[in-house]
């Protein structure tokens, strides 16, 4: 008898087609507005037209007349129980439902509550409310500039719009290294407002009962345990008595992180009218409300040498947070991780000044497929990197090569303190450069300069953090950023698993069934995976910033673990010989001296309920909290070639190469659809997908008619490589991968178009990088910004 | 009525006009009464409780509520019940009978074309459409067929190569 084969079993390394499919490709999933319950009403929200307004009055008595309307809220009704503001992820407040001021468009005003969705809808439309009409703050100049009207006048000791003034690293040394440098190369970018919209919207059902003072919550949530905890805060209801549930999820991308005000209203609405209370948010109300991401202003500076090498980097950020300062983010860190920027280079001196302001937009700054404003950090990095080996004259490949961290030097520590831990940078950029066929190309893109077209190749290379914490440095509101698992394997050797992640698309269901069927030997086909109630499932933070593997991937090793540390006392009870003796190979523990004398994990089991070794506790069972000791530093070099037509400004995708090092692959086949995901989210950022406002603070891109995400025909095709340096620190060697396509991918895209109008004079062209300002830019020969318009008259 | 009783609001609106529609779905004759207003994707999803149709825009972008509409694709959430009278429509429930699966989601499962599922029944019922009149697409095709459907997951890659696995194993059947 031998060990079961891994990869038949489903195990590590096994492209496993996934689990969760057999019910989504019958179009049986539950998603929220699946679920539907006995006696359940609808709430539809009213929200604000404008940007900035006084409310004068609020006349609800039309919609209270109307049949079938069985409830309306408004500021004043959350006011009386204490309800009209909740905290934020960023110790700030947010308007549940607007009191005093709107302070963006979209802002929630009302909410009614009736027999049907259409009523629902009907009746909003006959709330009457007067506004009184303020200046609209649209960007951070106009909300910094002086005698600017105040956004936030609810909050004491708030005299001005700036939320905070953050600064790290080292100014002297920084200083004195940009005295000595032969080069200063600067940059001015706008990394845009973009939206992550998931194809389903957000929503919830809450169910309150009153006969057992149980609230039961479905909801859109990718952190169903934050929300039960930031329930019990708000909501001041017994923790024991609420239960979150977050069914299937189509798609989360960090849209369904943050609370939202349709989820707190759902909730009052269900305890006042003790039914359960759906809300199921449009497609206008999910992008003109909910989490937008990015929105970063830099002045970046890299201190050369002539030689090539980075001597210092200088980083000046503005974020524009909108009205609510509500980032999902580290407490410790006032603007996420931007501080992450340039860790694969070995720069000695960095200094980085961040500055968040309030403007009449709405509230966000969560991840959208990125952690923690890492995006921004690694989008500004690459393209300071590509400007400053055009200002060396020198070749962009060469230029990281010679200031990337060498292999031999993890840990290593970065210019901003993070400890990185392993990579193979050179390598993933020389199997990069291969498979483009580097020098091909620039002989290629030389030569069709001279029958007047412009080939460009883009390059972005880049290390990020992901999958916080570890507990000393990450937490959200003070709760400590570990994970957890618990596994029960059964009398016949078949499991039920559960972690406190939440899968939106990332195949959990399947994937977690595969470490345990590496760490046990059990088929993964014997595994149920389950996840996202908060009555079944361990304590977890949930599931973004890629920290799913890298957290709660590595509790499942663990718990494996301590099972199969258990089995393995049940082993030497069954073999009768000492412990000490027995030796583990997958599926099976044997006897040293007698490798044909052994037991299976399956026979284990059934000895656990049936034949336990005298003062053992019966059963299989066991429960791991994970608290990594870092965060996971996967590597990836994208690199983008383009064509360019002069007359129009239109720039076609030639080829895109991608190497990701994520460490050791779980399901080969999940983490290629990660990867392709990301880069089509790296496109849509570099060609066309952008929420922009106008003067008057309106949301254009408040559907996709007007918010343009890229279809099947404009996505070019993908070529992926891999390189494996397993992460030193992680139980199975992996690291997080969800993000870094779309993290590291803009930049090489837009790189790729710089580079293809190189001897233009053109060093940037704001995102989404439009034709209009391809063609613009080459007629100019200027830099185009993609800062939103200012309000003139008010100027 | 198909049970003896039939709830209805006490304070409902008298002056609401309500239609009969009987439109076969999944070829079978189902019936309701609706108002006029309400559209095919809410009827199919809350009247006939197939909630494989999703919704996810509001504006005929996304197309995750594709159905076949006399074996067109069409967008159910822009088109009225009462427009579906006496017409065929094919949801995701109806691509195959129970315990079986069509190619096509058979390709979806094998490519892995599909990640959090939402936008994926769109997808196939527009894939059925194109297979049903272009038995062997060409990848731009396929692109080309699929562009009213949006998917945040996959990056459509392999969408295209679930299509294709379909066509081939359609193309030996």
């Known amino acids: 008898m031998t060990a079961v084969d891994e990869i038949k079993i489903g195990g590590m390394g096994a492209s496993r087609r996934r689990v969760e499919d057999n019910r989504f490709i019958r179009g049986k999933g539950n998603y929220i507005d699946d679920v539907v319950l006995p006696g359940m009403l609808h709430m539809e929200i009213l929200r604000s037209p404008l940007a900035h307004a006084r409310i004068r009055s609020i006349d609800t008595s039309k919609a209270w007349a109307m049949p079938g309307v069985r409830l309306v809220l408004t500021g004043e009704t959350m006011a009386a129980r204490n309800l009209a503001w909740m905290p934020t992820l960023s110790y700030d407040t947010q308007a549940v439902l607007a009191t005093d001021k709107v302070r963006f468009q979209g802002q929630e005003v009302a909410c009614v509550i009736a027999d049907d969705p259409y009523i629902a809808k009907d009746a909003c439309e006959a709330i009457m409310v007067d506004y009184e009409p303020l200046p609209?703050?649209?960007?951070?100049?106009?909300?910094?500039?002086?005698?600017?009207?105040?956004?936030?006048?609810?909050?004491?000791?708030?005299?001005?719009?700036?939320?905070?003034?953050?600064?790290?690293?080292?100014?002297?040394?920084?200083?004195?290294?940009?005295?000595?440098?032969?080069?200063?190369?600067?940059?001015?970018?706008?990394?845009?407002?973009?939206?992550?919209?998931?194809?389903?919207?957000?929503?919830?059902?809450?169910?309150?009962?009153?006969?057992?003072?149980?609230?039961?919550?479905?909801?859109?949530?990718?952190?169903?345990?934050?929300?039960?905890?930031?329930?019990?805060?708000?909501a001041e209801l017994p923790e024991?008595?609420?239960?979150?549930?977050?069914?299937?999820?189509?798609?989360?991308?960090?849209?369904?992180?943050?609370?939202?005000?349709?989820?707190?209203?759902?909730?009052?609405?269900?305890?006042?009218?003790?039914?359960?209370?759906?809300?199921?948010?449009?497609?206008?109300?999910?992008?003109?409300?909910?989490?937008?991401?990015?929105?970063?202003?830099?002045?970046?500076?890299?201190?050369?040498?002539?030689?090539?090498?980075?001597?210092?980097?200088?980083?000046?950020?503005?974020?524009?947070?909108?009205?609510?300062?509500?980032?999902?983010?580290?407490?410790?860190?006032?603007?996420?991780?931007?501080?992450?920027?340039?860790?694969?280079?070995?720069?000695?001196?960095?200094?980085?000044?961040?500055?968040?302001?309030?403007?009449?937009?709405?509230?966000?700054?969560?991840?959208?497929?990125?952690?923690?404003?890492?995006t921004e950090a690694m989008f500004f990095q690459e393209r300071m990197v590509q400007a400053a080996a055009d200002d060396l004259g020198m070749d962009q490949a060469e230029f990281r090569r010679i200031n990337f961290v060498r292999d031999d030097d993890f840990p290593h520590r970065t210019p901003w303190g993070f400890l990185t831990d392993s990579g193979q940078y050179a390598k993933c950029l020389d199997v990069g450069l291969e498979a483009i066929g580097y020098q091909?190309?620039?002989?290629?893109?030389?030569?069709?300069?001279?029958?007047?077209?412009?080939?460009?190749?883009?390059?972005?290379?880049?290390?990020?953090?992901?999958?916080?914490?570890?507990?000393?440095?990450?937490?959200?509101?003070?709760?400590?950023?570990?994970?957890?698992?618990?596994?029960?394997?059964?009398?016949?050797?078949?499991?039920?698993?559960?972690?406190?992640?939440?899968?939106?698309?990332?195949?959990?269901?399947?994937?977690?069934?595969?470490?345990?069927?590496?760490?046990?030997?059990?088929?993964?086909?014997?595994?149920?995976?389950?996840?996202?109630?908060?009555?079944?499932?361990?304590?977890?933070?949930?599931t973004y910033a890629s920290r799913s593997t890298p957290v709660a991937g590595a509790a499942v090793a663990m718990v494996s673990r301590k099972i199969r540390a258990k089995a393995r006392k049940i082993a030497a009870h069954l073999l009768e010989i000492s412990e000490e003796d027995i030796e583990w190979e997958l599926g099976r523990f044997y006897v040293r001296s007698q490798p044909d004398r052994g037991v299976t994990i399956q026979e284990c089991a059934v000895a656990a309920y049936s034949n336990m070794p005298d003062g053992m506790e019966p059963g299989l069972d066991n429960t791991a909290y994970y608290d990594p000791p870092n965060l996971t530093w996967p590597f990836a070099c994208y690199i983008a070639t383009v064509e360019v037509d002069p007359e129009t400004g239109v720039w076609d995708v030639l080829r895109l190469v991608a190497v990701d090092d994520c460490g050791v692959r779980i399901n080969p086949m999940i983490v290629e659809g990660q990867i392709m995901g990301g880069l089509t989210e790296a496109y849509a950022m570099a060609s066309m997908q952008f929420i922009t406002f106008d003067e008057e603070g309106n949301c254009v891109g408040s559907n996709f008619t007007d918010y343009l995400l890229p279809t099947a025909w404009e996505t070019p095709g993908f070529e992926l490589h891999e390189v494996v340096t397993p992460c030193p620190h992680h139980p199975i060697g992996a690291k997080g991968i969800g993000e870094c396509a779309a993290v590291g991918g803009p930049a090489a895209f837009v790189n790729a178009v710089i580079d293809a109008l190189k001897g233009t004079g053109v060093r940037n062209i704001d995102m989404p990088v439009f034709p209009d300002r391809v063609y613009e830019a080459l007629q100019t020969g200027q830099d185009i910004s993609g800062a939103p318009p200012v309000r003139t008259d008010e100027a | 009525?198909?049970?003896?009783?039939?709830?209805?609001?006490?304070?409902?609106?008298?002056?609401?006009?309500?239609?009969?529609?009987?439109?076969?779905?999944?070829?079978?004759?189902?019936?309701?009464?609706?108002?006029?207003?309400?559209?095919?994707?809410?009827?199919?999803?809350?009247?006939?409780?197939?909630?494989?149709?999703?919704?996810?825009?509001?504006?005929?972008?996304?197309?995750?509520?594709?159905?076949?509409?006399?074996?067109?694709?069409?967008?159910?959430?822009?088109?009225?019940?009462?427009?579906?009278?006496?017409?065929?429509?094919?949801?995701?429930?109806?691509?195959?009978?129970?315990?079986?699966?069509?190619?096509?989601?058979?390709?979806?499962?094998?490519?892995?074309?599909?990640?959090?599922?939402?936008?994926?029944?769109?997808?196939?019922?527009?894939?059925?459409?194109?297979?049903?009149?272009?038995?062997?697409?060409?990848?731009?095709?396929?692109?080309?067929?699929l562009s009213g459907n949006l998917c945040r997951c996959t990056g459509y890659q392999n969408i295209v190569k679930a299509v294709m696995w379909a066509a081939t194993k359609l193309d030996g059947q």
């Open chain 1, 440 to 542: 091909d190309f620039l002989a290629q893109k030389e030569e069709a300069a001279k029958r007047g077209r412009l080939l460009g190749i883009g390059i972005s290379t880049m290390t990020e953090p992901l999958g916080a914490g570890n507990s000393r440095e990450y937490d959200i509101l003070g709760i400590k950023m570990f994970d957890s698992a618990e596994l029960k394997v059964h009398i016949t050797g078949k499991a039920l698993l559960r972690t406190g992640a939440k899968s939106q698309g990332q195949g959990h269901e399947t994937t977690w069934a595969q470490i345990v069927a590496h760490e046990l030997g059990i088929p993964a086909e014997d595994i149920v995976v389950e996840e996202g109630d908060t009555d079944t499932a361990p304590f977890g933070m949930g």
């Open chain 2, 1 to 145: 009525m198909s049970s003896l009783y039939e709830v209805v609001p006490s304070e409902a609106a008298d002056d609401v006009p309500v239609m009969k529609v009987t439109i076969r779905v999944n070829g079978e004759n189902r019936s309701a009464m609706v108002e006029p207003r309400l559209l095919l994707a809410h009827l199919l999803r809350q009247g006939f409780n197939l909630t494989g149709t999703h919704t996810g825009c509001d504006t005929t972008n996304c197309g995750a509520c594709t159905v076949l509409f006399d074996g067109q694709p069409v967008k159910s959430c822009t088109m009225f019940a009462v427009q579906a009278d006496g017409h065929d429509v094919m949801t995701v429930e109806g691509l195959a009978g129970p315990s079986e699966l069509h190619a096509i989601q058979e390709g979806f499962k094998e490519e892995h074309g599909l990640q959090c599922g939402f936008c994926t029944p769109g997808m196939m019922m527009t894939s059925k459409a194109l297979l049903d009149e272009n038995p062997n697409p060409t990848e731009d095709e396929i692109r080309w067929a």
């Open chain 1, 136 to 234: 609209p703050i649209v960007n951070p100049t106009q909300s910094l500039a002086d005698g600017a009207p105040l956004i936030r006048d609810d909050k004491e000791n708030q005299p001005d719009n700036v939320i905070y003034d953050w600064e790290v690293g080292d100014k002297d040394g920084t200083d004195r290294a940009f005295a000595e440098a032969d080069v200063v190369s600067k940059l001015e970018l706008h990394y845009p407002r973009s939206h992550p919209s998931p194809i389903e919207c957000c929503g919830s059902i809450a169910d309150f009962n009153r006969s057992t003072s149980k609230l039961t919550v479905y909801m859109t949530t990718q952190a169903p345990h934050i929300i039960r905890a930031a329930v019990a805060l708000v």
């Open chain 1, 240 to 374: 024991q008595m609420i239960r979150i549930i977050s069914p299937d999820i189509g798609g989360g991308f960090g849209n369904k992180v943050p609370v939202y005000p349709g989820y707190v209203a759902s909730i009052l609405a269900s305890i006042l009218l003790e039914r359960p209370v759906k809300w199921i948010e449009d497609r206008t109300g999910n992008l003109i409300s909910t989490g937008f991401a990015r929105d970063v202003y830099l002045h970046g500076e890299l201190a050369l040498r002539k030689d090539g090498r980075i001597l210092g980097v200088r980083m000046q950020t503005t974020a524009d947070h909108g009205a609510f300062f509500s980032d999902a983010q580290p407490s410790k860190f006032k603007i996420g991780l931007m501080h992450s920027a340039f860790s694969c280079y070995d720069i000695p001196n960095a200094h980085l000044v961040a500055r968040g302001v309030y403007t009449n937009k709405a509230p966000g700054g969560v991840a959208y497929r990125c952690s923690f404003r890492v």
